[in-house]
């Protein structure tokens, strides 16, 4: 357990490295040809799974200090794949498991394993291939060859961009026709940026379908990664409660959804703000913390906020509840009420999730209160607290 004391966030830090594009640029520089050299990488446990994964399907990835050798070629799995709790993880590497027929276990914890797979599950039944649910485990084996794919496009993006990694490497060309309303296209966009910079020209060929041209056989190279809306977001909160904190290292035309937060967040100055997330779901937590300190406001699209790393909306509201604020989680909305935000009399609770044990931190600089749980930012970012106590936050172990 770890206790925050209130007080006033001041000082300048720069952005932590992207996670989304963490993960692309690692796999893209493994799809290509020959060797290519990752910068600037934070090793959050997610990323940790990414490389491990790699290493299971016999890509040789060296690690210097803050960045990574890739050795790019062929997969196959060579052992089980530990995806820990990593959800872009699974889903990017189940269709790379299917490039060469052996079977592959994807291993993962019980809360990723819950979360849904319908869509790889359905295209391993409509292709005959093998989709097995185990107690600890995916296990799937089959051969995907080049084609034409309908994928659902109202789940999650993370199962299109994982199709998009394995049919770059088909020889013939292929494409993806996404069914329904788009989530998170610009994860989508991200993805296409990935593979464009590493030389596989994957685009847009219109408004619902990709095209994957095939043949290619990737450009390595040397890159750095762009800083991280996403997590960036935690710390211009901070400014947006009260504080003065200046994040460097975002790049102004960065293509991550998650940059949208600051259009967001001068809208929750107002009462009666509505904000949508739909092409942002991430920022759920912490858009709702700050509602919670500020006038309150309506989320729409937050259906899928169930199927993260906990059901986002209604820990969200237990754990507002106590710091008195009232909130109503529907199917598809979320309203936080104002008024009122006080120290919680008991501790709060992280759910597992990094996300809303930042957003909690956050609030805490406000209130001061305990965390338990406080351990679930290594998931996405190990040195949070140190960065809270870098801008003058005290953090203590209870």
């Known amino acids: 357990m770890i206790e925050i004391k209130a007080a006033k966030a001041k000082g300048r830090i720069s952005a932590p490295p992207s996670k989304s594009m963490s ?21 959050s446990q997610d990323i940790l799974a990414t490389l491990d994964c790699l290493n299971a399907l016999g890509i040789r990835c060296v690690q210097e200090n803050d960045s990574i050798r890739v050795f790019g070629g062929e997969m196959k799995p ?3 794949l530990p995806c820990r709790e990593s959800g872009s993880t699974l889903r990017f590497f189940l269709p790379l498991c299917l490039m060469s027929g052996a079977e592959a276990r994807l291993e993962g914890s019980t809360r990723l394993l819950e979360r849904p797979h319908t869509v790889y599950e359905n295209l391993c039944r409509e292709k005959g291939f093998v989709f097995r649910k185990e107690d600890d485990a995916i296990c799937v084996a089959g051969t995907l060859t080049a084609g034409e794919y309908e994928l659902a496009a109202d789940i999650s993006s993370q199962f299109i961009s994982g199709m998009m990694f394995a049919l770059v490497r088909m020889p013939e060309a292929s494409r993806i026709i996404l069914k329904g309303k788009i989530e998170s296209r610009s994860y989508i966009d991200l993805t296409i940026s990935a593979l464009n910079s590493f030389g ?3 685009c847009w060929e219109a408004e619902n379908v990709l095209y994957i041209p095939g043949g290619c056989r990737g450009i390595a190279k040397e890159m750095t990664v762009e800083g991280d809306y996403s997590n960036a977001a935690f710390f211009e909160a901070l400014t947006l409660l009260g504080g003065e904190v200046e994040v460097d290292g975002l790049a102004e035309d960065s293509l991550q959804g998650d940059r949208i937060y600051r259009e967001f967040f001068p809208q929750l100055l107002q009462e009666g703000a509505e904000l949508s997330l739909a092409d942002c779901p991430d920022l759920g937590p912490i858009l709702m913390a700050a509602a919670a300190a500020l006038h309150g406001a309506k989320f729409t699209d937050t259906a899928r906020l169930k199927i993260k790393e906990s059901d986002r909306g209604a820990v969200m ?5 106590k710091f008195g604020v009232k909130t109503d989680v529907m199917e598809n909305s979320i309203t936080v009420h104002s008024g009122g935000l006080k ?10 999730d990094h996300r809303i044990v930042m957003s909690m931190a956050v609030l805490c600089t406000l209130t001061g209160g305990c965390i338990e749980g406080a351990e679930a930012v290594t998931k996405s970012l190990p040195d949070f607290f140190e960065r809270l106590q870098a801008l003058g936050i005290e953090v203590k172990e209870k």
Not at 23 to 43: D, F, N, P, Q
Not at 343 to 352: C, M, Q, R, S
């Open 343 to 352: 120290k919680p009399e008991i501790a709060l609770y992280g759910h597992n």
């Open 23 to 43: 993960h692309r640029c690692l796999i893209a520089a493994a799809l290509a040809e020959g060797e290519s050299v990752i910068r600037g990488l934070a090793y």
């Open 317 to 321: 509201a237990e754990e507002l509840a």
């Open 200 to 202: 596989f020209p994957v």
């Open 78 to 80: 060579q052992k089980s």
